[in-house]
């Protein structure tokens, strides 16, 4: 029986933030400025609320002061743990293997073992989360110098987040064999194995903000030709482009049959 | 397999038939890459399958052998005595692998309707084959797969359903000892990797191209209609080989 404790990283100046989907509100989500046209026909960015027009590269921007910039968004220390997921405690991992002579002659042996494993998730889906607002925030400034920067609108896009699953299961491999160690002629012996692992909580990303396959031939969210250039797909059109959400909750099996492995013992 | 050194032959011998099955096959990957984690309900039909680095059938056999002592006498023998030879050969599955598709000015998201997450896949319409064959230009057949149509969900083909052709190989070395003090030798060693010069096909053009998502003709294939080879890097042929025969010759001073 083994015992581990696998201690969630955490970034000790506490600047990762994380994205909680349990905490998202969609009612508090920040408006976008809409594709839209003005009086004399040009296409401009609308806010949908105000009719206020910008020009047209603002479409999908943040509208100031609309919604809540950190819907579902927390940082590290602030009413979450510092490691931004659960720290799982005592892992336990029992191990059992044995052999066992069947004739007690030494001619027929079965040996087998079974046991659990926990791997440490690797450190790049703590590293990205550095990246998350409100450490990180990427406004865009257009039509301007550098010494006009903050005399203009600088306008937020939707932010394209990283986040973790917060329940932090460890990636966990179940290894187990089974063999046969037969003694042949000659002093040799003929070993058949089966060898297999099995995977389960192992990493993987998913984007939780992905549209539904199909999404884009709905008619409702389809852009108007005209207005299609500055707002691909119209699916960026939500308050988070993307987040690439990290879950520890894929399988994985392996298994090997390893025959005939003929070992000759005699001693030189 | 092991037999120790003793009598001058050192040999090993193992087989093992294996299988690795699963969604993924890589720590943390991609979300628009082949096989990335679906949104719907469909990721276990969709993605599991072969692993990358599934290899099922793997045979090797290692042997070191010493021959004989030719000559007593001691002029003779120091040209004659001391030669070993030694070889490592290797069996093993090819690696499994996916097909794809380009369909001009269209991409496989389009397709599906959706973003940022993979999109359709190869269709099949007749008997692809294993994926392998003797034949560089027919490693399966080209003819067997179509795009998959608007409206896919990119359940059109499993992964990783074709395997690349076998690793076949045989790498052998020839060394010869000199005694320069009773206890110092110097050996002068000639390796062969790949002895045979055996080729061995490794990646193959996978992608199908076609005209357009209107006319799905594929205009990559390496042979026309009547079976004259037209496109020696069309679909279906060997893009890559692996190394050829490469040899080296060293010197070791052993005391």
């Not at chain 1, 031939?217 to 389809?222: E, G, K, P, S, V």
Request: aromatic content about 10%; some cysteine.
């Amino acid at each position: 029986m083994r015992f581990y404790i696998i201690q969630p990283q955490y970034d000790e100046d506490l600047q990762t933030a994380n994205f909680l989907p349990d905490r998202f509100n969609a009612a508090d989500a920040p408006r976008l400025y809409r594709p839209g046209k003005d009086a004399a026909g040009n296409r401009v960015a609308v806010d949908p609320v105000t009719g206020q027009t910008l020009a047209a590269v603002y479409i999908g921007r943040i509208v100031p002061n609309s919604g809540k910039l950190l819907n579902g968004v927390v940082q590290a220390g602030a009413g979450i743990e510092k490691g931004l997921y659960k720290n799982r405690g005592i892992h336990i991992a029992p191990r059992f293997g044995f052999a066992y002579d069947v004739s007690g002659k030494q001619n027929i042996v079965i040996r087998g073992g079974v046991g659990m494993f926990y791997d440490r998730p690797q450190g790049n889906v703590v590293f990205d989360l550095v990246r998350n607002p409100p450490t990180t925030l990427e406004p865009t400034f257009n039509f301007g110098r550098l010494q006009d920067i903050g005399t203009g609108p600088l306008l937020l896009a939707p932010p394209s987040l990283v986040a973790y699953d917060r329940q932090g299961n460890s990636p966990t491999t179940y290894a187990f064999n089974i063999g046969v160690q037969y003694k042949l002629w000659l002093e040799s012996v003929l070993d058949v194995s089966y060898v297999g692992t099995v995977g389960s909580h192992l990493l993987q990303r998913r984007n939780l903000n992905a549209p539904a396959y199909g999404a884009a031939y709905l008619a409702q969210i389809r852009t108007p030709r005209w207005l299609r250039a500055q707002c691909p797909g119209q699916l960026r059109c939500r308050w988070i482009s993307c987040v690439r959400f990290r879950v520890s909750g894929t399988s994985r099996t392996s298994s090997r049959l390893q025959a005939p492995t003929i070992t000759r013992c005699k001693p030189r | 397999m092991n037999r120790r050194f003793q009598k001058g032959l050192l040999l090993g011998v193992n087989y093992t038939w294996s299988k690795a099955l699963g969604t993924q096959g890589q720590d943390l990957p991609g979300i628009n890459s082949f096989g990335a984690p679906r949104i719907d309900g469909n990721q276990r039909s969709a993605n599991y399958g072969p692993q990358d680095f599934d290899r099922r059938h793997n045979f090797n056999v290692s042997w070191v052998y010493e021959l004989p002592r030719a000559t007593t006498n001691k002029l003779f023998g120091y040209a004659l005595n001391e030669w070993q030879l030694s070889g490592i050969y290797r069996y093993q599955t090819g690696a499994p692998y996916n097909i794809g598709f380009t369909v001009p000015g269209i991409s496989a998201y389009t397709l599906t309707g959706t973003q940022t997450i993979e999109g359709g896949r190869i269709a099949v319409v007749g008997d692809p084959g294993k994926g392998t064959s003797s034949d560089p230009y027919r490693q399966f057949n080209a003819t067997a797969f179509t795009t998959p149509k608007p409206g896919s969900l990119g359940l059109e083909t499993g992964r990783n359903f074709l395997y690349r052709s076998p690793i076949n190989s045989w790498d052998l070395s020839l060394a010869k000892r000199f005694a320069i003090t009773e206890k110092a030798k110097l050996e002068i060693r000639l390796d062969a990797f790949n002895a045979l010069n055996h080729t061995q096909f490794d990646s193959i053009n996978s992608t199908l191209i076609v005209r357009s998502l209107t006319d799905p003709t594929p205009t990559n294939l390496p042979f026309d209609a009547s079976g004259n080879l037209v496109n020696r890097n069309g679909f279906g042929t060997i893009s890559a080989v692996r190394p050829p025969r490469n040899m080296q010759l060293s010197a070791h001073i052993q005391f």
